[in-house]
Every structure is written in C-alpha cells, then in structure tokens.
C-alpha cells in the first residue's frame, strides 16, 4: 500500500496519525458521560465548614453538601470532627446549619450520634437561631429513637419558638419511621401528637400539632386531622385544608369541597390550593361553577382561582366562570391581565 493509500485508509476509520483512536463515526455515541469526580475528602469538608464560619456564606457549589455528606455518612471519625467544630464557641449560626445537614445525611448511626451531641448542647441551645436548626431534621431519614427522644424533649421546652419546631419534626419523623418500616415507633409518636392536640386550648399550637400529623399522615390521624374542619376557629378550618393537601380518601375531598366555600377568604384560598391537583368529579366541578357564579367563592388571591378554573372546569362552565372573574375584579389590572391570559390560552384548545 502506498502512503496516500495509508492516509485514505485512516481518514475512514477516523484515525488521526500513529497511534491515535479513532474519532466518533455516523453509528457512534458522539458525548459520552463525564468520569465520576472524585469523593470529597475529610480534609476538604473541614475546609469548607471553616471557610463558612469565616465568610458566613453558603458552600460555594450547590452540589456540595450532598457529596461533603456522603463523605461523612462514611466516615465515623469525620462525623465526631464536625460536631467538635460545631460545638466550638466561634461557630455560626450558618456553619452549624451545614454541619447538621452534613451530619444528617443517610442518617447514619454515627452522624445522628454526632448530630444529638451538637442539639443537646446548652451552649448551642442557648443560640437565639437554635429553633431554626431543628428544622433541618424533619426530612432526615430514619431517624434513631435517640434522635426521636432528643426531639421529644424538646416539645416541653420553655420556648415557644423551640416547642413548635420540635412538634414540626416529629411529624417529619413519623413520615420517615413509617416508609422505612418503623410503624409501632411512628404509631406512638402520632399518638403522643394527637392526645397533645386534644388536650391543647392554644389555636397557634393547634395549628402547629395538625400539621405535624397531617405531615405524619398515619391512617389513625386522619380523622382527627379531618375534625377540625368543623371548627369555630377560621384558624384551625385552614391548618385542616392545608393539611388535607396529604389525604388521599375520598373523605379529605368532599371535605376540600365544603372548605371552598367556607365564610372565611383564606380558608377557602388554602382549600383551593390542596385542590388544585386533585381529580374532580363532573359533580364536583358543577359545584365549583356554581360557588364562582353565586359568589360564594371569592378567595383572597382571585388569580389563583383562575388557574383553578383553568385546570378544573372544560368548555361553556370554564368561559363562563373567567368571565365572572372578569366582572367581579373589574378595578384590579393584575388579576384582570391573568384572567384574559388564561382565557386566551383556552380559546385555543
């Protein structure tokens, strides 16, 4: 073969001098996947935790604390590292933020032992922001009944602040104990819940414990969750609709639908969120209709409400509702403009 020969043969193949591998062809997969970066390193989290209290500023790459937290899911000696440097006096309300996110990811054994030596700490209780770190536990998975005891405790707390997120991530808990298995251990903490719910004469705290069991959503507290759609209290009418948006049963819908048209606007506003992407009934939507021409339904924001009649109502219903909407809100150019966009969009379907 002569070199032209040679150059003719490896321009075909894709071949670029001695040695070279051949390029992409018409069959070929052109981009292939990155190679996997490599683990963070034990040295580089405690790097970045230290840049953090020094900045106060959140890691710098929003993939960070999930691949800082597999690293300490994996390394117990890591773990014991972090709540030492959370537990430091000079610590920020930021750093230890991060920190406790770290130390809860996987829920590992040693990162919630770590993470329970940080919360029980007086010094780190004593922290004005001390209720906002609790919240980061209430989507840890499987939680540890130490941990679950930890914030048990803390729902007798002298501080108001403290009491509620504790409440709001025991209901979290509950969630996470019964998808991982854990159902005697979630029955009893909603138990705990509910017999507080009854006893309490607080609305604020009522509030707090019906959405901690909405969030739980164990079949024994939907009932109890559903009573207090009765309620006196517009409060309590609208913790109950929000709480219902989890409630699958047909039960929680007709609920949902009595709510709609409650007395009180922002019952009837949450109401139509936990609706909006539920399935209705043609009778069901022939009451929708009929609550928007009556009047009966006029929540505080009317665009969401068009959205809703958007989704929910087909053909003369749908038109004929929008333009009530139109009419009623005649002063008010935002929900005017909103209203005649979603007429158009459905003009044209």
């Known amino acids: ?80 590292r972090i709540a030492s440097l959370l537990l430091e006096p000079t610590s920020t309300f930021l750093m230890r933020s991060v920190g406790l996110s770290l130390l809860g990811t996987d829920g590992s054994e040693h990162g919630q032992a770590a993470l329970r030596a940080v919360l029980s700490d007086p010094g780190v209780q004593a922290d004005s922001m001390y209720a906002i770190l609790l919240l980061g536990l ?31 991530v ?3 808990q509950i969630w996470a104990l019964s998808v991982s298995g854990r159902v005697p251990l979630a029955d009893s903490l909603a138990t705990v819940l509910t017999d507080a719910l009854k006893a309490s004469r607080d609305p604020a705290e009522q509030v707090n414990l019906i959405a901690a069991l909405a969030q739980g959503n164990r079949p ?13 209290e517009p409060l309590l009418r609208a913790a109950t609709a929000k709480g219902l948006a989890s409630d699958e049963q047909p039960e929680a819908v007709n609920l949902l639908m009595k709510l709609l048209v409650d007395p009180a606007q922002e019952v009837q506003s949450v109401a139509l969120d936990s609706l909006h992407w539920r399935t209705l009934s043609a009778a069901q939507q022939r009451t929708v209709h009929a609550a ?17 009649v958007e989704r929910h109502l087909v053909a003369a219903p ?16 935002r929900v005017q403009e909103k209203v005649r966009e979603v007429l158009a969009r459905v003009s044209l379907n």
């Open 220 to 232: 024994q507290t939907r009932a109890t969750v559903r009573g207090y759609a009765s309620s006196k």
């Open 138 to 168: 209430a989507s840890m998975p499987r939680p540890a009944e130490e941990t679950v005891a930890l914030i048990e405790s803390l729902r007798s707390s002298a501080q108001v602040r403290v009491r509620e997120s504790a409440t709001t």
């Open 1 to 80: 073969a002569t070199p032209a020969d040679a150059d003719a043969s490896s321009a075909s193949t894709g071949a670029v001098g001695p040695g070279a591998q051949p390029l992409a062809g018409a069959g070929d997969v052109a981009f292939r996947s990155p190679p996997p970066r490599p683990a963070i390193t034990p040295a580089e989290v405690i790097k970045e935790l230290e840049r953090i209290r020094t900045e106060n500023t959140q890691p710098r790459k929003g993939a960070w604390t999930r691949e800082a937290g597999a690293t300490v899911a994996r390394d117990p000696k890591l773990a014991s």
């Open 292 to 308: 928007i021409m009556k009047g009966t339904l006029r929540p505080k924001d009317e665009v969401l409400l068009a959205l809703f």
């Open 318 to 333: 749908r038109k004929q509702a929008l333009e009530a909407l139109l009419t009623r809100n005649a002063e008010d150019v």
């Open 170 to 172: 025991l209901g979290g």
